[in-house]
T-cell receptor, first 115, second 112 residues
Framework: ETGVTQSPTHLIKTRGQQVTLRCSSQ?????VSWYQQALGQGPQFIFQ???????GRGNFPPRFSGLQFPNYSSELNVNALELDDSALYLC??????????????FGAGTRLSVL | QKEVEQNSGPLSVPEGAIASLNCTYS??????FFWYRQYSGKSPELIMS????GDKEDGRFTAQLNKASQYVSLLIRDSQPSDSATYLC????????????FGQGTELSVKP
């Protein structure tokens, strides 16, 4: 157990709807990263939040947005869902150390199906 | 060229053998390298991290890094059926913030 919790575990939505996924970081961690993992692929970086500010973003459209709260928990919001958004969404928390060595620990993920 | 490349496998080894997993990366400025294990339907679990050229050992696992060749590997000694999983290589580049770049993963199957 990494201490990173995500909710919900599974979600089914229809195309065009909006979804919010939630993540609670491990105690002592102030940084949350979100990844999308399609079936049979490695995780792809969506964005990272550090102290409530976005700290880097991958090649995802603006309909993917996020928030980080003062307690370092985070939300991922996806608007106008498309069929290709069906994937496992992973949240990872880390303690930002200003170096390349901070390790990311993953939650169990939310499996999103878009019909 | 993909940023991080792994053989997708499956790699099949008999129980007790050494499993060798390989990964190459394209960004010469990459600073940190990680191996994660992912069981089917589960989330990635950190196995090893390595930052300097050479070998790093932890129990049955050894990570090897060669920055000149842009190559990182993971050796699993005395492979067990419970090691059967997908192994993900992840790389953190210079000035990339917290972004981890993953390979597509190598599926390992350890046969009893």
């Amino acid at each position: 157990e990494t201490g990173v919790t995500q909710s919900p575990t599974h979600l089914i939505k229809t195309r065009g709807q909006q979804v919010t996924l939630r993540c609670s970081s491990q105690s002592g961690h102030n940084t949350v990263s979100w990844y999308q993992q399609a079936l049979g692929q490695g995780p792809q970086f969506i964005f990272q939040y550090y102290r409530e500010e976005e700290n880097g973003r991958g090649n995802f459209p603006p309909r993917f947005s996020g928030l980080q709260f003062p307690n370092y928990s985070s939300e991922l919001n996806v608007n106008a869902l498309e069929l290709d958004d069906s994937a496992l969404y992973l949240c990872a928390s880390s303690a930002f150390q200003g170096t390349a060595k901070n390790i990311q620990y993953f939650g169990a993920g939310t499996r999103l199906s878009v019909l | 060229q993909k940023e991080v490349e792994q053989n997708s496998g499956p790699l099949s080894v008999p129980e007790g053998a050494i499993a060798s997993l390989n990964c190459t990366y394209s960004d010469r400025g990459s600073q940190s390298f990680f191996w994660y294990r992912q069981y089917s339907g589960k989330s990635p679990e950190l196995i090893m991290s390595i930052y300097s050229n050479g070998d790093k050992e932890d129990g049955r696992f050894t990570a090897q890094l060669n920055k000149a060749s842009q190559y990182v590997s993971l050796l699993i000694r005395d492979s067990q059926p419970s090691d059967s999983a997908t192994y993900l290589c992840a790389v953190k580049g210079y000035n990339q913030g917290g972004k981890l770049i993953f390979g597509q993963g190598t599926e390992l199957s350890v046969k009893p």
